[in-house]
């Protein structure tokens, strides 16, 4: 029998933006692909949340900001989406997916959880 692609929260980084305004200035269009149509009604397809975090420097020494998208669905999903997030920021930045922390996300997964039972009632 095939293991099932179980959902779980994953972490995309969006890295080395030359700063918190060039972060925010991808969160626009990361948000309509994730969400194209912000007034529907609930749920969202797959939970999601956008925040600024740190980074490496650049390779020229220079301090960056990534922008950091959680995620709460199947692995397979998750890639998917990563490769969407790179279609939309481009070649320029590096995007990196990971399963995140335990309880890094855990209101997507509570999200995730609540909106389940409520597809399923």
Partial sequence: MAAVDEPGSYEMRVR???GVEEALALREPIE?????????APPCDVPWGLTLGA????????ETTALVLG??????????TAEGVRGVVG???????SAADAGQFEELAEQYRIERALRQS
């Fill in 71 to 80: 995620v709460h669905t199947s692995g397979r999903r998750a890639a998917q």
């Fill in 16 to 18: 080395r933006c030359l």
């Fill in 55 to 62: 980074d490496e420097p650049s390779d020229d020494g220079r």
């Fill in 32 to 40: 309509r692909l994730l969400c194209p149509e912000p007034d529907h």
């Fill in 91 to 97: 070649e320029a930045r590096h995007v990196t997916v």
